[in-house]
């Protein structure tokens, strides 16, 4: 049997929702909904489907088994929330939400929906950081004494005057934390620990004349199982470097860079290869969206909650927020 599916918000990263549900098979594209006329135009032009200027109307219309959530952040929770609300599994991009009160308001609409729901936190589906997990979950390399991770990149003017609500804290939630490093913090951990505590700093160093938001951002994060993390990221780099992402234990260090390398207190030195992707979407958004799509679709029957739901989501976003309290006054502190 079929599934339907439909696409809410057609900007940049839909490119890769739009892939996966054409690769998937019994999963079929019904419709797609965006509030700019001309990207409207455009997706509706390019896949065939009836097109929607708002969701409330797309999904009394067509509706479609599964929603793909690709608008601003702002938006991710009430739309996931409308859609649970009347039946439909959704799959929403990162971050959850762009305020905590937004956030826990998503997870309690999960709690009580009979539908599904998966964040894309794709990167937690990589071969290395499937690797990883599998590794420090086994106990074999002892305890985790702590780890450290890195997000390099490079962001213009250009890439935020072209989509002006990704630079304030009203459309986005917050900078460089929300929309880039987001991925790293979650995996940091999800593979070292609930974080009980972090101390650090959010600030804007090199776009200060074009965002209103952090370009910037460090901290240091006490783990519930008593390890310790330091984390760096900017988007000052003249480049987009490989994230990094280095966890030490008891009998050894996994360092990932692009690929996984395990070196052993032995000697020993295992190499994990990352994936390659043939997806038209951007080098950074990871190889692995498709993987986390076709495993939600492909558990839809079942009765428990998709791993990755609001409650598992939330996590990073109140890491990154207890920053932004930490780093800024009201009124930007609200906003977080």
């Not at 057609?10 to 690769?23: I, L, N, R, W």
């Not at 074009?210 to 900017?234: K, L, W």
């Not at 390398?261 to 190499?271: E, L, M, N, Q, S």
């Not at 043939?278 to 993987?291: A, I, P």
């Amino acid at each position: 049997m079929s599934t339907t599916a439909a696409v809410i918000g057609c900007g940049d990263v839909s490119a890769v929702h739009f892939e996966a549900v054409a690769k998937l098979d019994g999963a079929t594209l019904v419709a797609v909904c965006d509030s700019d006329p001309g990207r409207l135009a455009s997706a509706v032009a390019a896949y065939g489907v009836p097109g929607f200027a708002d969701h409330l109307a797309l999904i009394e219309a067509v509706r479609p088994d599964v929603v793909h959530i690709c608008t601003p952040h702002d938006q991710h929770a009430s739309v996931a929330a409308d859609c649970l609300e009347r039946g439909v599994n959704v799959i929403v991009e990162k971050p959850l939400a762009h305020t905590l009160a937004e956030g826990r308001r998503l997870v309690e609409a999960a709690s009580a929906a009979r539908a599904k729901i998966a964040v894309c936190f794709q990167n937690r589906y990589n071969a290395t950081s499937q690797a990883m997990h599998s590794l420090l979950s086994t106990g074999e390399l002892g305890a985790v004494v702590g780890a450290s991770a890195t997000v390099m990149w490079q962001r213009s003017a250009e890439y935020y005057q072209s989509r002006p609500w990704r630079g304030t804290w009203a459309g986005g939630g917050g900078g460089l934390m929300m929309n880039q490093a987001i991925h790293t913090v979650d995996l940091l951990q999800w593979l070292v620990g609930d974080v009980v505590t972090v101390s650090g700093n959010a600030s804007t160093r090199f776009l200060a004349g074009t965002i209103e938001v952090e370009d910037t951002a460090e901290f240091v994060a006490e783990h519930a199982n008593g390890a310790r993390s330091a984390f760096y990221a900017t988007l000052a780099n003249a480049f987009n470097a490989p994230v990094t992402l280095d966890v030490v234990t008891e009998k050894a260090v996994l360092s990932l860079r692009d690929d996984l390398t395990v070196t052993y207190a032995d000697g020993r030195v295992d190499v994990t290869p990352e994936r390659k992707s043939d997806s038209g979407g951007r080098s950074y958004w990871g190889v692995s969206h498709e993987l986390l799509i076709n495993d939600f679709y492909g558990r839809l029957d079942e009765a428990e909650t998709f791993w990755i739901g609001p409650a598992e989501a939330e996590k990073s976003l109140r890491i990154i927020k207890d920053i932004y309290r930490q780093s800024y006054p009201a009124p930007a502190h609200r906003m977080s």
